[in-house]
């Protein structure tokens, strides 16, 4: 049964709500993130309850049976623009309440392959080493306290809905890191070619800041120091790799070497 929906302007209220929480105070008051687009908000859906929706008549109807009796407001393009955080605006914009999922580090890396960053701060590269792990079947991704907000609206975006398979969890990581025993790997420019070394299929993978890499206290606590040669191994190139590119081949050689 075709479900009409009538146009109704969102308020001002909405609107500096909704800008608001591009500043993280704002998100941690009222325990709310922001995610847009029909691609984002689709997936958060699948696993998430929004606490609102903002979205076009087309998409409201396509979307009928995801609403759950969540509170909305059927607007126009217009509208959409004016609310929206993003340059070009699609369909959808949705409020949902931030997770507080909690695990142990050492618990977690017992039984499978983790991620761990230090220091990570762009948005970008945070969203999309969450990607990444949803990609490659990493359930938990431990965040040194320093890390950027993965609730950041730029990050959310470039999750591109991993959000829904991956929780994140901010913790002091040197603390975290030395009451494990599992192995604790790190990439560096002088640890050891990652293509010719033993790999498990559990663990701590870590990945350090965009700048200066793993920091000194969480370096000392490495195992296992990797290195991801260029090619040819003798070749002039660009000093280092963006982390979130370094996390996909690193993953990759894992998930290669033990399925």
Partial sequence: MRIFYHYTMISKARIKQIHGLERKKNRQAEG????????LVGELLTTMSAQYIAATEEWLQAHADQLRGTPYDCINETELQRASLQQHPQDVIALFPIPH????????A????????????????IGTIVRLADWFGIRHLF????????????AV?????ALARVSVHYINLANALRKTEVPIYG???????IYRQT???????????EGNGISQEISDLVTHRLYIPPYPADSQTV?????????????????????
């Fill in 32 to 39: 709310l993130f922001v995610a847009e687009g029909p691609k």
């Fill in 101 to 108: 999922d909690v695990a142990d580090l050492d618990v977690v």
């Fill in 110 to 125: 017992q039984n499978e392959l983790t991620l761990a960053l230090d220091g990570i701060q762009d948005p970008g590269n």
């Fill in 143 to 154: 965040c040194s306290t320093d890390c950027v907000d993965i609730f950041n609206p730029k």
């Fill in 157 to 161: 975006q470039a999750t591109m809905g």
């Fill in 187 to 193: 990439t560096f420019l002088d640890g050891e070619d």
């Fill in 199 to 209: 790999l498990s299929s559990n663990g701590i993978i870590v990945m350090g800041n």
């Fill in 239 to 259: 000093e280092s790799l963006n982390v979130a590119i370094a996390t996909a081949i690193v993953c990759s050689e894992f998930r290669r070497v033990k399925g």
